[in-house]
């Protein structure tokens, strides 16, 4: 197994054609599985080129590996036994309110141990950011306004705070090789967002800053050529014009989805023809989604051809009002099966896509899934989270008086370890009919919000705000 660069021994990856093309689905990632949040910048949450777990009857999942891990945010591999976790430290009381400091763990992919860990880091305000495998085998990690780059054993090679001083969603990868990233006024959105294209090797901006005319807390997608943001109102398509030095925004292609009612879009996917995105993102989530929407209105899948803003369509996902979600569907390419939410009202949901028209296929009630999804559509599996709880912690009354003390309770690791008002469970569903095919109770008492990650050998990692697993088929 080689550590080097794809692109050769020490290269760099620096603009100019993609040295993986057609070996990853979009973007100069490290040329493995799940090397970047979601499987890769299309937010497809599809682990390109991996089989499934192809649970068969009399087989199901079994719980390998529980760590305590108060706080984590992401889950990436890089080579094979190499898996990576973003962690930070929480403010105490309000978590939006006060710096954080974050820091990568390279982890053993039997017991979840640290073997390597870089130094706590500065990052300022509080809010998911992200970390990727790039092509030329670095770590990079944008937490709160910083930026930095490790290497693959966490030595810190280069760091920047970014221009804005408000906390970055994470980043993507272009095909030829710099990051591009935004800052997020969390959790409202309603400042607008500023766009930085980073150098891969220096951190710098290779272009000037761009602001968007509106905010955007949803994380960025890419076809590693073109960058999709979903704004407050709309959803814009940015290029980097290398000859020009400027990253443009595309006049002929922004659908406005904001409605009286509705609120703020989350992360999109992009697909070869289509973006899908949810809206209703604001909540007032605290352990659970469930119960926790804002708007009074039903929560809806939105889809959108990349080459037609006009063919813009929505459906709604449950028809329950105060609907919600905060993270992206799941789309798969092989038979077009669009996958959505309704976190807030625990409503799971999946149509097949014919033309620009979506057929229902399933629908899952009273299941109660809130974080990022994983898709093996060679075996035709979804893997989701169904978080279990007291109905009476759902109620407004209670949350009102009780949030803050539940709150601080889940800094303890006996309560994590033995949570008592709810927990989570890791589950996989037939992709096509949605009918169960294995399930396994993960002791997290806060619901998985977070990006999970398939395993090296039939198995999957799980990831909460408090816990982290390792499940496997048996």
């Known amino acids: 197994m080689s550590d080097e660069p794809p692109n050769g021994p020490g290269a760099e990856a620096t603009a100019g054609p993609n040295p993986l093309s057609g070996v990853v689905e979009a973007g100069a990632y490290w040329p493995k599985p799940w090397s970047g949040e979601d499987g890769g910048p299309r ?48 403010p105490k009381g309000d978590p939006l309110a006060g710096d954080c400091e974050g820091w990568v763990e390279k982890l053993d992919p039997e017991t979840l141990q640290p073997l390597t860990v870089t130094p706590r880091l500065s990052a300022g305000r509080y809010w998911p950011g992200g970390i990727a495998a790039h092509a030329n085998g670095d770590i990079y990690m944008i937490f709160g306004c910083w930026a930095r780059r490790f290497s693959k054993d966490l030595v810190l090679k280069a760091e920047r705070r970014l221009p804005v001083n408000r906390p970055y969603n994470s980043f993507v ?35 000037p800053e761009v602001e968007i005319p509106e905010g955007s ?13 979903v704004g407050t109102e709309s959803v814009l398509r940015l290029t980097l014009d290398r000859d020009a030095g400027e990253l443009v925004i595309d006049d002929e292609w922004r659908p406005h989805y904001g409605r009286p009612g509705q609120t703020f879009g989350w992360d999109p ?3 070869d023809s289509h973006v899908f ?27 959108c051809r990349l080459d037609d803003q006009d063919s813009l369509k929505s459906v709604e996902i449950s028809g329950l009002s105060h609907g919600t979600e905060s993270n992206p569907p799941a789309w798969d390419p092989d038979r077009g099966v669009v996958v959505a939410y309704d976190a807030g009202n625990a409503v799971l949901r999946a149509w097949k896509l014919n033309g620009d028209e979506l057929e229902s296929l399933w629908r899952r009630d009273d299941f109660a899934h809130a974080g990022h999804l994983i898709v093996f559509p060679d075996t035709r599996e979804l893997v989701v989270q169904d978080f279990r709880d007291l109905e009476l912690t759902r109620r ?16 303890y690791a ?7 008002i709810g927990r989570d469970s890791l589950v996989v569903l037939d992709l096509d009919t949605g009918e169960e095919k294995g399930r396994v109770t993960v002791p997290s008492p806060s619901q998985s919000f977070l990006f999970p990650a398939p395993g090296f050998d039939r198995d999957l990692y ?9 499940v496997s088929v048996r």
Request: contains cysteine; charged residues 25%; neutral net charge.
């Open 173 to 207: 990868i272009l095909d030829t090789g710099e990051l591009v990233t935004k800052d997020c006024d969390a959790p409202r959105g309603e400042a607008s967002s500023t766009f930085s294209v980073l150098d891969p090797q220096t951190l710098e901006s290779v272009v």
């Open 269 to 271: 996917v992009v697909s």
């Open 43 to 90: 937010r497809l949450c599809k682990p390109e080129g991996q089989p499934g777990l192809d649970i068969q009857p009399g087989e199901d999942l079994k719980l390998e590996v529980f760590r305590d891990s108060f706080a984590a945010d992401m889950l990436i591999r890089r080579e094979e036994g190499e898996l990576y976790a973003l962690r930070h430290d929480m």
């Open 414 to 420: 006996l309560v994590r370890r033995y949570p008592v």
């Open 277 to 303: 995105w949810m809206d209703n993102g604001q909540n007032e989530v605290d352990w659970s989604m469930r119960g926790t929407g804002t708007a009074p209105t039903p929560v809806r899948l939105w889809w």
């Open 217 to 229: 807390i949803a994380r960025l997608a890419s076809d590693g050529k073109s960058v999709i943001c």
């Open 462 to 470: 799980y990831l909460s705000m408090t816990s982290m697993a390792r």
């Open 396 to 411: 407004a009354g209670f949350r009102r008086v009780f949030r803050r003390a539940v709150q601080a309770l889940g800094r």
